[in-house]
């Protein structure tokens, strides 16, 4: 297991992005020194076309950290047997084409929305009181019910950064759902580490 960075996490520290929302609406946080000053569209900002990476790597495959963190516990066994994270996404460039930013949040937003159910039954089966809300039956009867698909659930950071293979890279997206740990969504933008550029 490799201890280097290869990830450029300046830029994805500026994203405001809901990862189940409408793609054009992810912005980008204009900053001067750790004060937000504007909210852009990251559609036609310049960061889409940084560097993804410190090294230029033109091939990284990226994991959902919570399925991943599912898959290996041995409590949430799903009726067909053990769960299965899925395959993670590929991203590859040509030789001399690093990836960039745009090609990590655009092929990620897709692969995200696409294990979308897996995501929110992990959350519900992990979330505990901060994602309970009063529920009623079509008796009238209320009980509580987990509530995570009613939350915004948004990018968090890459993390794990490791060497899987020869000239083969990985990384695990982590995501945050407003509430979690009774942190509010503002809180979180508020809270989160501001990397310099």
């Known amino acids: 297991m490799s201890s280097e960075r290869f990830i ?55 994991n959902i950290e919570e399925l991943e963190v599912r898959q290996g516990n041995d409590e949430l066994d799903v009726e067909d047997g053990k769960y299965l994270a899925p395959a993670p996404l590929r991203l590859k460039k040509d030789e001399g084409q690093p990836i960039t930013v745009e090609d990590i949040v655009g092929s990620l937003h897709m692969y995200l929305n696409t294990h979308k159910n897996d995501i929110v039954e992990y959350f519900n089966e ?60 503002e809180e979180f933008w508020k809270t989160r580490p501001h990397l310099p550029r």
């Open 8 to 62: 450029n996490h300046a830029p994805f520290s500026r994203l405001r992005w809901n990862v189940f929302g409408n793609f054009d609406e992810i912005l980008v946080e204009e900053r001067e020194g750790k004060n937000v000053v504007a909210l852009l569209p990251f559609k036609d900002h310049p960061i889409t076309t940084e560097p993804a990476t410190l090294s230029g790597l033109c091939s990284l495959e990226i």
């Open 126 to 185: 992990m979330a505990g009181d901060d994602a309970m809300v009063e529920a009623v039956d079509g008796a009238g009867n209320s009980f509580p019910k987990f509530d995570i698909q009613n939350r915004t659930m948004v990018f968090k950071s890459l993390v794990g950064e490791d060497m899987v293979g020869e000239d083969v890279y990985s990384v695990a997206v982590s995501l945050f759902w407003d509430g979690e740990f009774g942190t509010s969504l």
